[in-house]
């Protein structure tokens, strides 16, 4: 969506089919993300939450595919109007696969990444969702801040780990005080001689340490779902077991795929 | 600090003295601040909270000044290793001013800015001390996040003041979800059409009342003494006020030129 303006679209799609082994003739293609977006190729309003989300597919945009085999259909993301603004455009398909999936389950989602989502889903209703702006802080403390003088350098040296529980412990303690600990990371460069390794673990520690406190209370004894990379579910699991509760990562590519099955299945 | 080299500073300081009206003859120089960090003119080791600040002057450093008329002394920073590692250089000297001024004041002052401080000080003791990345996380967050898109356009409209009261408000009541409340900047500009004034007061409340907050339980009855912009000043006094505290601003400029009075007459 970034790179692409609304009229280049349908041949970026075209060129991605074309290196596909596609049985000939006329073929759906099911889209979800930010394609939906009011920057993207063709606005898919929101569905609004409380909400099931088996209604994706009623709520579907299908942008004009004249002389193509294509037909595209393009799902609405998810906002929240009451108890705290809030969007969300594809993670609603990716709880949805959840659903699909686990047809039971009842609890609190965490979708760890730039912007981690939280929803509390119902079977293949959303309740309620926040989002926690941790990664992408991550990188702008890293890249832009005066932390990034302690951060220069080999990050996945050996002190990682131990920067990153380090961390972990005090998000975890002291969730209100973030912008306070932040900067432990500069004094304790300063002080102590940590090295980028352990303050690179230290920071990202304390980021997710803070985001997991904040959800701390909602989270029942069940695991709690993950979905997003494999390598950033480890460490939310780590923290949360480190916070007496627990998580399961769910493989994020799997899911993604039983949310748009599940969603084409609701088309009339 | 920042664009010289170490031994352009003692030039640097002749051209100042030289648009200054002076006396001719020696002139004895005391200097606060970035000018003894490690990458400035003359590394002048941190003196180590809890601290006496009568025993700055002690322990400036003097740079080598042969063949000016000029006198240098830098005074130290002040460094914490115990109960949270930290670091300032420049504030202490601001500090040691206050308790010239107001030789009974014992509690916490307030020093606002893209680095906050507060500092426990009992007479010319400094206790303890913090730092809260507020002013540099609000100048990062509205150039390189994905809320720079709501914050785009004339900040200081008439929706500033309404949209400060929301963000200090949220940030007072929910210190401990910062990363989660971030992102309502964003959720509002698209879903309720805030406009670029609101967001950036709901912005800066929201991380002033956040800041507040951690330190809230510190706060006595008497008012905090806050030292910085007068406009910085102005919204803590608001935010202190909220929260059911009080603060009064003091005048920086003349805060620091007592404080380096004060250290000049500790100097033996």
Redesign the interface.
Known sequence: MGKLSQAEFPAALAEIAGRLTLPPGPMEVLVCGMAGARQGWLEAPYLEAPADLRDLAANAVRPDMAGSDLSVAILPGV???QN????MRGEETQLLGLAALNPDYSGLVCMPGT?SKWAQLEGTRIEHF?????G??FE??K????LRHSLTGPLDGPGRTQGFKAGAADGLE???????Q???V???A???GREPDWSAGYLSGL?IG??I??NRNRISTDPVPLIGSPTLCALYEEVLGMSGASGRTVDATEIVLAGLKAARQHFS
């Open positions: 906002c929240q109007r705290g603004e809030n969007v912007h926040s989002t926690a702006m941790t992408e802080l702008l403390l890249t832009h801040s005066v002291r969730p209100d005080d973030l912008l306070g932040l900067f432990r500069r004094a304790g300063l002080l102590s980021l803070t985001e406190a904040a």
